[in-house]
């Protein structure tokens, strides 16, 4: 899977106020500030074989980028039960295993900028607060006023609002930043723009199926959710 995408691609909204500004951007973890998809396909198929579900293909990567989540845990016959399981199990793993993990290049200066131009900053994810921090740093932990960690994957809407309801900004000024289907649907539930990412899981087609807010080419691209739904 690339760690830098081969072009820069930022739009804008086709709907709203040209002059909206985000004053809150929420960040999911994995595949958008973390680099950790490559540990994922490795821990893939010992979890597989721990809690009895279809080992990846290694020829097949990038098939699997094109599927979404459900569709996918349709294929290799993951029931939503074992999920709760499965998570605490990766989580436990990344914990153990994950010291090679790290955010991809360039996500911290972005970050950097975005809390210097007033943009508050906040992460929701289905990974461990543990493997948050650890990979994040401390340097820029402190620039994250809000993070919801441990929660499904097809289970933030709740969380999203929380942080809204925690961040007192309104719906309108705030957006969410995924690589992932289930991102998309989550911010729509939690009625806020998504914001994708071109470096993550899922790949570019079925990110655009969700009508993006804003989509980010390249990691430095973040900055511009300062400038909100009028940058191109």
Avoid at 89 to 111: H, V, Y
Avoid at 194 to 201: D, E, L
Avoid at 211 to 225: N, R, W, Y
Wanted: hydrophobic content about 45%; charged content about 20%; glycine content about 8%.
């Amino acid at each position: 899977m690339p760690t830098a995408p081969l072009t820069a691609l930022v739009v804008a909204a086709p709907f709203g106020n040209n002059n909206m500004t985000y004053k809150l951007a929420i960040f999911d973890f994995d595949g958008t500030l973390a680099d950790s998809f490559d540990f994922f396909v490795a821990s893939h198929n010992t979890l597989a074989r721990r809690h009895g579900f279809a080992e990846l293909d290694p020829a097949r990567i990038d098939e699997y980028r094109g599927r979404e989540p459900r569709e996918l845990m349709r294929q290799h016959g993951i029931p939503m039960w074992k999920l709760p399981f499965i998570a605490r199990d990766f989580m436990s793993m990344m914990a153990r295993n994950g010291e090679g993990i790290r955010l991809f290049d360039g996500i911290a200066e972005a970050l950097q900028c975005l809390s210097l131009s007033g943009v508050d900053l906040a992460i929701v994810t289905s990974n461990s607060l543990e493997n948050v921090r650890r990979v994040i740093g401390k340097e820029v932990i402190q620039r994250i006023r809000h993070i919801e960690s441990g929660a499904s994957i097809f289970g933030k809407r709740r969380r999203l609002e929380r942080v809204l309801k925690t961040s007192n900004v309104s719906r309108q000024h705030a957006i969410y930043v995924g690589d992932q289907a289930t991102d998309a649907q989550a911010a729509q539930a939690a009625g806020i723009a998504f914001g994708a990412v071109r470096w993550g899981y899922a790949t570019a087609a079925v990110l655009d199926q969700r009508s993006p807010a804003m989509t980010f080419g390249c990691v430095s691209d973040l900055q511009l959710i300062a400038k909100g739904r009028g940058a191109h």
